[in-house]
T-cell receptor, first 114, second 115 residues
Framework: AQSVTQLGSHVSVSEGALVLLRCNYSSSVPPYLFWYVQYPNQGLQLLLKYTTGATLVKGINGFEAEFKKSETSFHLTKPSAHMSDAAEYFCAVKARAGRRALTFGSGTRLQVQP | EAGVTQFPSHSVIEKGQTVTLRCDPISGHDNLYWYRRVMGKEIKFLLHFVKESKQDESGMPNNRFLAERTGGTYSTLKVQPAELEDSGVYFC?????????????FGQGTRLTVV
């Protein structure tokens, strides 16, 4: 069975500071990896995904994530936080074969201080 | 292209009543998923349709939940009778079939409150 762990249910950074949201997964075979974001009163929006190839993946709004197989991690980063980045972020995995549903982490709420 | 649409956006019902949630996927998407987030916990899978067939319903909590996808288009999720623990946000997602099916597009969710 797959599982996803997001360290830190709440993260607070200052505007302009580095954003680092942590995600570790457990899976017998490296899965597809995703980061979704939910802005207030909106649905889930895909930020970025890793399927194959280059392990550093760039997404929307300046975010990127690096797949590290040896560490079973897929941490999300952004060099400089903006007030508009305040939202809840979800890491998710999907098996490469078989079950097609996503398994989500518990989410990290990002607060950006002026 | 229209996104995934869910309605109602909010529903407040009394314990024991029935509620039906609806999801309209993106046109042409064979895969349709229902997920639920309860009390700020993780988003959990409920079930997966491929066209009109239930591919995986391993996440359905009990027989008070009934999902349908008639004609392989929109889907409904009925809760009957609703219990307090059914409160949460219900998300619907859809994706294309085949090798393109790795990305799922989500609706805004239906917030269900059972009182």
């Amino acid at each position: 069975a797959q599982s996803v762990t997001q360290l830190g249910s709440h993260v607070s950074v200052s505007e302009g500071a580095l954003v680092l949201l942590r995600c570790n997964y457990s899976s017998s075979v490296p899965p597809y990896l995703f980061w979704y974001v939910q802005y207030p009163n909106q649905g889930l929006q895909l930020l970025l995904k890793y399927t194959t190839g280059a392990t550093l993946v760039k997404g929307i709004n300046g975010f990127e994530a690096e797949f590290k197989k040896s560490e079973t991690s897929f941490h999300l980063t952004k060099p400089s936080a903006h007030m508009s980045d305040a939202a809840e972020y979800f890491c998710a995995v999907k098996a490469r074969a078989g079950r097609r549903a996503l398994t989500f982490g518990s989410g990290t709420r990002l607060q950006v201080q002026p | 292209e229209a996104g995934v649409t869910q309605f109602p956006s909010h529903s407040v019902i009394e314990k024991g009543q029935t509620v039906t949630l609806r999801c309209d996927p993106i046109s042409g998407h064979d895969n349709l998923y229902w997920y639920r987030r309860v009390m700020g916990k993780e988003i959990k899978f409920l079930l997966h349709f491929v066209k009109e067939s239930k591919q995986d319903e391993s996440g359905m909590p009990n027989n008070r939940f009934l999902a349908e996808r008639t004609g392989g288009t929109y889907s409904t999720l009925k809760v009957q009778p609703a219990e307090l623990e059914d409160s949460g946000v219900y998300f619907c997602a859809s994706s294309r079939g085949g090798s393109e099916g790795t990305e799922a597009f989500f609706g805004q969710g239906t917030r269900l409150t059972v009182v």
